[in-house]
């Protein structure tokens, strides 16, 4: 699988988030993304553990 592939497979735990909230809202990927690397290195435990819960909630929410 390549690389862009993966990004924007909305099945994918670690890039999955992204892409799904980038199509839901039309955002640019790109830039959420972004966005959301700046903030894991500004705060890493809070984006690591908002990623991982907004990984599983918002598939939830969506349907």
Known sequence: MRLEQ????PS???CGLCGQ???????SV?????VWVGMTLLMP???VVL?????MVYP???S
Do not use: E, M, P, T
């Open 6 to 9: 993966r990004l924007r497979d």
């Open 12 to 14: 994918k735990w670690v």
């Open 21 to 27: 909230l980038a199509s839901d809202f039309g955002w």
């Open 30 to 34: 790109f830039w959420l993304r972004l």
């Open 45 to 47: 435990s809070w984006g």
């Open 51 to 55: 990623y991982f819960v907004g990984g």
């Open 60 to 62: 939830k929410i969506r």
